[in-house]
């Protein structure tokens, strides 16, 4: 299995809603992130997990909560959100966060597209 | 702070030609790997080539290579015989080759949309 898999594809919510972002990889990964992306611009890091624990937060907004239950696993909760969190939401992994050669190939999944009303 | 810059919004090229696209950094590490990704409609990003800064040679994948000027601090992407298929998003992307925990992260350029007509 060499895929990163996103669930949901699409997901529209309310302002008050919570919901959450799921990522699934099997490829024995032990670096997993998240990215958020706006139409027509790169992504924009968000977080980094290595080893299952959180090694990296670009400032994001507490509304905005991630958790990686085991390695294989990562999920972005999603509580009170802006419009303006609307978003392409990129899940990736690679082999780890070290220095070897593999640490820097990102595999990517295919994004979930939130749209916050 | 490292920096990526891809001063072409958009090419637009001939199916079956050659297209570049270009691509320049600025760091003042010795020791880093330049990435070139695509981003077709379906969102998915896929790794087209990796460069490690430290070999001379050319990365090379099928119909795409890079022109890797260490000193110039350029990175282009050439497309020979273009498909349809090759329409995306291409993303340039810069990595230090020190570890995640030094706050080393994949630093991107804005963007270069290719268009390949029939």
């Known amino acids: 299995d060499t895929e990163v898999t996103q669930t949901p594809k699409h997901l529209v919510m309310g302002m008050t809603n919570k919901k959450s972002l799921k990522c699934e990889q099997h490829?024995?990964?032990?670096?997993m992130y998240w990215y958020k992306q706006k139409a027509k611009k790169p992504p924009e890091l968000m977080f980094v997990?290595?080893?299952?624990?959180?090694?990296i937060n670009e400032s994001v907004p507490s509304r905005f909560s991630p958790e990686c239950p085991n390695s294989s696993l990562l999920n972005l909760h999603l509580h009170a959100l802006q419009p303006e969190d609307s978003a392409l939401y990129l899940c990736?992994?690679?082999?780890?966060?070290?220095?070897?050669?593999?640490?820097?190939?990102?595999?990517f999944g295919a994004g979930s597209r939130l749209t916050v009303l | 702070a490292q920096t990526v810059t891809q001063s072409q919004p958009e090419m637009s090229v001939q199916e079956a030609e050659t297209v570049t696209l270009s691509c320049t950094y600025d760091?003042?590490?010795?020791?880093?790997?330049l990435f070139w990704y695509k981003q077709p409609p379906s969102r998915q990003m896929i790794l087209v080539i990796r460069?490690?800064?430290?070999?001379?040679q050319n990365a090379t994948e099928n119909r795409f290579s890079v022109n890797f000027q260490k000193a110039a601090k350029s990175f282009s992407l050439k497309i020979s015989d273009s498909q349809l298929g090759d329409a995306a998003m291409y993303f340039c992307?810069?990595?230090?080759?020190?570890?995640?925990?030094?706050?080393?992260?994949?630093?991107f350029g804005a963007g270069t949309i290719l268009r390949v007509k029939s």
């Open positions: 990736a992994s690679s082999q780890d966060g070290g220095t070897s050669s593999g640490a820097n190939v990102l595999t």
């Open positions: 490829m024995g990964h032990r670096a």
């Open positions: 997990y290595s080893y299952e624990k959180l090694s």
């Open positions: 760091t003042s590490e010795s020791d880093y790997y």
């Open positions: 460069q490690e800064a430290y070999k001379q």
């Open positions: 992307a810069y990595r230090s080759a020190e570890p995640w925990e030094y706050g080393n992260k994949l630093v």
